[in-house]
């Protein structure tokens, strides 16, 4: 049986910013199809979005992040979750690195850590542990 799908634009508008919006109705689709294009497009989609990430973290005496460091509340799962809610801004597309050095009993926010002159922190009070 032939499916005669159809792809319909209910909308397309050009914003200010120069970005494209689009609403499109797609009919016909056999159960399934529709998360299956779903997915697709969302992978296309955020596969081109641009940013900057914390991407890996190493931690001197650590060997996997279900560990504890001895003196700190938080364990590395915690601290690994917090660092992924640091928002940075940038222009560079290479790698780059960032050191963070604590010692002693402290709260330790975004804003500690030594970053590269191009690197911005958008949320400098960004609790880590």
Known sequence: MINNISIKC????????????GQFL???LKPGQGITIGNQL???LLNDLGGVA????????ISHEFSTIP????DILEILLNLKGIVLRSDEKASQFGRLK???????TADLIQLPSNLE?????HYIM
């Not at 003196?71 to 938080?74: A, H, P, T, Y």
């Not at 922190?121 to 009070?125: A, D, M, R, T, Y």
């Open 54 to 61: 914390i991407t890996a973290v190493r931690i001197a005496g």
């Open 10 to 21: 209910l909308k397309s508008d050009k914003i200010e910013s120069g970005a494209c919006h």
């Open 71 to 74: 003196g700190v509340r938080e």
């Open 42 to 44: 969302r992978r296309v």
């Open 102 to 108: 604590i010692q002693g009993p402290t709260v330790v």
């Open 121 to 125: 922190l958008v949320n400098p009070n």
């Open 26 to 28: 797609i009919n016909a």
